[in-house]
């Protein structure tokens, strides 16, 4: 995707950007000084341009190796700060299908960790379709997911899109 400016609103395409197993761990401690993350935001391939981002707000959605359940945490740093922790979901991957034996993660229900006022939400949940997550990722520069448990699921994929 060529920028000529983050001003301007882009809808992106989804992209892998995460692969869990169940065996990721929260943080317990929160340094300052984060330098990294699955996503940087700043990257052209994610809408940014120079210290520019278009990836305002991320959208999320989710493919499991088969029917199953698991926890997945995403937290966003900024550069140079803490690692924070944006919400933890719930996730259930059932009937409907990706392709082959995968499925789609169709119920997630969200613990919120994101300010107030600040958008965050779930969609299409518990509906025998695909369910989306997204937040507002303004002030973020690094994104990070951490699939903390699965249970008969054991693979997730995560795509995201920014718009």
């Known amino acids: ?3 000529k400016n983050a001003e301007f609103t882009a809808i992106d395409s989804y ?11 929260v943080p317990t401690a929160f340094p300052l000084g984060i330098t990294s993350g699955d996503m940087n ?3 052209p391939t994610n809408g940014g341009q120079g210290g520019e981002t278009q990836a305002y707000r991320l ?3 989710i493919v499991a ?14 550069q140079g700060g803490p ?13 409907t299908i990706e ?8 119920d997630m229900t969200l613990t919120s960790f994101h300010l107030a006022g600040c958008s965050i939400a779930v969609a299409d949940s518990g509906n025998s ?14 994104i990070r997911f951490y699939n903390t448990s699965l249970t008969t699921t054991t693979e997730i994929e995560v795509y995201t899109r920014f718009f």
């Open 41 to 43: 935001l700043l990257l």
């Open 65 to 78: 190796d088969q029917a199953g359940s698991g926890t997945l945490v995403i937290t966003g740093a900024s």
């Open 59 to 61: 959208e999320m959605i």
């Open 129 to 142: 379709r695909v369910a989306k997550f997204g937040f507002d990722a303004i002030g973020y520069q690094f």
């Open 83 to 95: 690692e924070e922790v944006i919400a933890s979901l719930a996730l259930t991957a059932g009937t």
């Open 15 to 25: 992209n892998l950007v995460f692969t869990g197993d169940g065996t990721g761990s």
């Open 99 to 106: 392709s082959g034996s995968k499925v789609w993660v169709e």
């Open 1 to 3: 995707m060529t920028l």
